[in-house]
T-cell receptor, first 112, second 113 residues
């Protein structure tokens, strides 16, 4: 565990509400990834950053999703407005190049 | 594009049985290959990896050999324990300037006493 803190751990919200997921990587890694996990689709890469710069956001499902990384110690994933099909576990992951990637504990999002 | 195919689960074994979870891949170039494990309510943890053909990754009694000729990276363990019950994911990273991991769908392993 490279020390990735995600908050909240669980989020229940109603359709149409804005949701913000947060990630604080404690250790220094130059790559940060956001993945989504569902039973139907498995693990999907949404977006990743290198040195705080977004490199590939082709996995972001639609314009309702946005991600930011204002500094090396903080990133957010925002969904606005949220929909029931966004219900999933969202993982923040850090790594350095082709070396091991370290997963955070995840945020379980339920959109009613 | 890259893809990873794992044997579908669930897999149920008795303690001390032999485990094999098959994994094959499609990738351009020379990918690195990984097995991750996910325990209930947690994120994925790296179990083992191999970065070039014929490399064998090993950890906690688990092994997998990078077979380029068969594009496979099967996970094995000679004697499973109840504590090995988890979901196992095969993954690849095609390298270069692309550090995205491509995952298989995961295989649920349950080990009974």
């Amino acid at each position: 565990d490279a020390g990735v803190i995600q908050s909240p751990r669980h989020e229940v919200t109603e359709m149409g509400q804005e949701v913000t997921l947060r990630c604080k990587p404690i250790s220094g890694h130059d790559y940060l990834f956001w993945y989504r996990q569902t039973m139907m689709r498995g693990l999907e890469l949404l977006i990743y950053f290198n040195n705080n710069v977004p490199i590939d956001d082709s996995g972001m499902p639609e314009d309702r999703f946005s991600a930011k990384m204002p500094n090396a110690s903080f990133s957010t994933l925002k969904i606005q407005p949220s929909e029931p099909r966004d219900s999933a576990v969202y993982f923040c992951v850090v790594g350095s190049g082709r070396a091991q990637q370290f997963f955070g504990p995840g945020t379980r999002l339920t959109v009613l | 594009g890259n893809s990873v195919t794992q044997m579908e689960g669930p897999v149920t074994l008795s303690e001390e049985a032999f485990l094999t979870i098959n994994c094959t891949y499609t990738a351009t170039g020379y990918p690195s290959l990984f097995w991750y494990v996910q325990y209930p309510g947690e994120g994925l943890q790296l179990l083992l990896k191999a970065t070039k053909a014929d490399d064998k990754g090993s950890n906690k009694g688990f092994e997998a050999t990078y077979r380029k000729e068969t594009t496979s990276f099967h996970l094995e363990k000679g004697s499973v324990q109840v504590s090995d019950s988890a979901v196992y994911f095969c993954a690849l990273n095609s390298g270069g300037s692309n550090y995205k991991l491509t995952f298989g769908k995961g295989t649920l392993l349950t080990v009974n006493p």
